[in-house]
């Protein structure tokens, strides 16, 4: 199994159990969580990403840290709906790493807003958090 995608194909067909792989690994909490930071506001990434955490958002803005960023975005609205395809992940055990494009919608945006993105997890006090996330906005193609 390469990624979340494979393993999601096989639930569907019932080859295998999600619930039997969050438990292996994990997974499925975090594509749970990941989701959840897109649509659920401020309040729910504060409670998975951690203050330090690496953060590169789309140009122009720079690298920072997460504490920064969200002192500096204020009170920005959540994504209404998010769709991941293309997923992956790579389990180092304490430390896990997602990717996907992700598929967007904003009451900024006329459009749809595409991105590709990789998110490190690290379990941390019992917990997984995020360590650092990056995503580069994508053209319709890609």
């Known amino acids: 199994m390469t990624g979340y995608s494979n393993a999601r194909r096989l639930a569907d067909r019932g080859a295998i159990s999600l619930e039997g792989l969050s438990n292996q690994t994990g997974l499925y909490k975090i594509w749970k ?19 330090d955490a690496i953060i590169v958002p789309p140009t ?8 920064t960023l969200i002192e500096n975005i204020g009170s920005a609205r959540p994504f209404e709906t998010v ?15 997602i990717s996907y494009n992700a598929t967007a919608n904003h009451q ?12 490190t997890y690290v379990m941390c006090s ?6 650092s996330h990056s995503h580069v906005k994508r053209d319709k193609r890609g």
């Open 33 to 51: 969580t990941e989701k959840s930071v897109w649509l659920d506001g401020q309040d729910v990434m504060r409670s998975h990403v951690m203050d």
């Open 60 to 67: 122009p803005l720079p690298p920072q840290r997460f504490k």
């Open 83 to 97: 769709e991941f395809s293309e997923q992956e992940f790579l389990n180092l055990g304490n430390t896990i790493i």
């Open 108 to 119: 900024r945006f006329r459009r749809p807003y595409l991105a590709h993105c990789i998110t």
């Open 126 to 131: 019992g917990r997984w958090q995020i360590a």
